[in-house]
């Protein structure tokens, strides 16, 4: 089982990353194995007033990703991720996609 | 009597209006500068520091030796300050409430509290004007708990004014409730309408008697003064737009000690705030 997060706006893999990750709209979250994806809401972390990035952060703990593409990842979130032994990679801009293929090709930064 | 002074957004005079008018009632008042992330009013009132007062909260600490991981603690905090990811829990003081209620649910008694600070509430004496200002520790997101321990301090007989936070939100409840009558202040321009529209809906929910106080009057146009005939809300103060007193401003200096004729205006919305609150049911 191994599975990406990806922030995101939309719910395709068409569709636009989003720079955000505590304040992410959603994250599609990619199974490598079986080549299949599910859109979560982060509706959760939205809603709070501070913390946004922890919460961010567990939620997608819970996916049992150990993969995350954001474009900026807070202290604070940064803290809670590598705690659950998640690895993050900073990608801007594009699609969903682009990200999954960088990710593949080994081309993305990650986030110390 | 406490009354209170607020705005829909920054900048539109509210700490001008609250400084002078501490300043023109004279004999013993004091002034509670609420604005705890960013107090001002001392610049303007020059005081001497009488006292100190570190304000702190119960935040958890955990004992590595007794905790077993097993993760009751973060998923009793709403509020993610304190979090479990399998190994031991993590802690975000900044954003802990102090509820103590991660303590009271970990079945191995592993969480003992310590103290954070959240801030200061320092005293100080600037002769007729007694100022009590909060300051909140950079970081720290419990604005309103801040405020309430400022007003918490504040004499219970006398006049007491309160100089709120800018904006609409939870800290500016934090300020204003409780106040006998509160004065909002704006500035005649479409923007400062519509923050003050923000402001008036905010005191209409809070049920607090108000009035309005125009800021930099003759600049823009007219539309504030229509609004609060057309909603009844009753004009408290127009405060001329005087360049003299945007360059006392500058410099740090109080209006009223600049341009003694001043004094009548801001004496004059006291004694209106005062008969707001007096009309109060
Ligand atoms: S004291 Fe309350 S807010 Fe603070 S970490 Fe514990 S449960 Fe969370
Ligand atoms: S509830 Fe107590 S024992 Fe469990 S993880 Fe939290 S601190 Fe450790």
């Known amino acids: ?112 | 009597m406490i009354l209170a002074i607020a705005s829909g957004k920054g900048g539109t005079g509210k700490t001008t209006v609250a400084v002078n008018m501490a300043r023109s009632i004279g004999n013993a008042v004091e002034l509670l500068d609420c604005d705890v992330e960013e107090p001002n009013d001392h610049l303007f009132l020059k005081g001497t520091l009488r006292s100190s007062h570190v304000v702190t909260i119960p935040v958890p600490s955990v004992d590595g030796a007794l905790c077993d991981n097993c993760g009751e603690c973060g998923r009793f905090c709403e509020y993610h300050a304190i979090v479990c990811m399998g190994g031991p829990p993590l802690i975000f003081p900044e954003i802990c409430h102090g509820c103590g209620g991660c303590a009271i649910v970990c079945p191995r008694k592993a969480i003992k509290e310590i103290s954070h600070e959240i801030g200061v509430v320092e005293a100080l004496d600037c002769g007729t004007v007694r100022l009590l200002q909060g300051r909140l520790k950079v970081g720290s997101m419990l604005t309103p708990m801040l405020i309430r321990s400022v007003k918490e301090r504040a004499a219970t007989t006398g006049t007491v004014l309160i100089d709120a936070p800018p904006g609409t939100s939870c800290p500016v409840v934090a300020a204003v409730e409780g106040a006998h009558a509160v004065a909002l202040v704006t500035e005649p321009t479409p923007f400062g309408l519509n923050d003050l529209m923000l402001a008036v809906d905010m005191m209409r929910a809070l049920g607090l008697p108000f009035g309005v106080v125009i800021n930099r009057a003759g600049m823009g146009d007219n539309r504030v003064n229509d609004y609060c005939r057309a909603e009844k809300i009753p004009l408290l103060a127009e405060i001329p737009n005087d360049r003299r007193i945007a360059e006392a401003y500058s410099k740090g200096k109080l209006a009223v000690d600049i341009l003694p004729e001043m004094r009548a205006i801001f004496l004059s919305l006291y004694q209106k705030l005062l008969a707001l609150a007096k009309e109060r049911p």
């Open chain 1, 1 to 112: 089982m191994s599975k990406v997060v990806i922030t995101t706006t939309g719910e395709t893999l068409d569709a636009p990353m989003d720079p955000r990750f505590g304040r992410a709209a959603r994250f599609l979250v990619y199974d490598l194995d079986s080549k299949s994806f599910e859109v979560i809401d982060n509706s959760e972390s939205l809603g709070a007033a501070h913390g946004a990035g922890i919460s961010a952060a567990q939620s997608v703990a819970k996916t049992g990703a150990k993969v995350l593409i954001s474009g900026n990842v807070g202290p604070k979130a940064a803290e809670v991720l590598a705690a659950g032994g998640i690895e993050m990679y900073s990608f801007n801009g594009a699609t969903v996609a682009e990200a999954l293929e960088a990710y593949r090709q080994g081309k993305l930064t990650k986030i110390k």
